[in-house]
């Protein structure tokens, strides 16, 4: 019972967001009694806590998958974009965002989890990408590995980018290829270009 709760709060909070979504609208989702949902999570707060940590492992493992296929690094950018915004329900409702304003303590924490997942990942990847001649030889590694994270949690800031004028797969496909074009070299453009066009039909 307690993992058809997190499934179904799962659902509902990327769908309608962490505030929006109450215990009574999981309650009523799932036809069972709020008492039923409070044997297993003592609050809220508790069940937001396991949603997000449960989703993170999931998505982690996700990219591992991806990382140990070891295809070109451009490549694997775009397979783990799409891999995320599918887990993520294409954020429609800056789900992130909501748990950054109500839930700050979760969203620290997740944040920190989420900035040594990705240090390691794009790390290996602009190292791979430069060691294939995809990306540009002089570029500081650390840096861009930096920079990068700090572009995608940015552009979760639903003040900055709100999801009636940015929708988020589009956003995130202007951010990679944002992202690609400053680091790729002549040969990693090709590559680029394919990509993209690959993407568009897909």
Do not use: W
């Amino acid at each position: 019972m307690k993992e058809k709760i997190k499934n179904t709060a799962t659902e509902l909070f990327l769908n309608l967001g962490f505030k929006s979504v109450t215990m009574d609208d999981i309650a009523h989702e799932m036809g069972i009694s709020k008492k039923t949902i409070y044997t297993h999570f003592n609050n809220k707060t508790a069940l937001v806590s396991e949603v997000t940590s449960s989703l993170f492992c999931a998505i982690s493992e996700g990219i591992d998958v991806i990382c140990s296929v070891e295809k070109n690094s451009i490549e694997e950018l775009y397979e783990i974009k799409r891999f995320v915004l599918e887990h993520l329900k294409n954020e429609k409702t800056s789900p992130l965002y909501q748990l950054q304003k109500y839930y700050p303590k979760i969203y620290a924490t997740l944040k920190k989890r989420q900035l040594e997942l990705m240090q390691d990942c794009v790390v290996e990847n602009l190292t791979r990408g430069v060691n294939s001649g995809m990306y540009r030889e002089n570029i500081n590694v650390d840096f861009v590995s930096r920079i990068y994270f700090v572009g995608v949690v940015g552009i979760k800031d639903n003040d900055l980018f709100p999801t009636n004028k940015f929708p988020m797969d589009v956003l995130m496909d202007e951010f990679l290829e944002y992202h690609l074009r400053g680091i790729c070299t002549p040969k990693g453009l090709e590559t680029l270009e394919k990509c993209i066009t690959t993407n568009q039909l897909s």
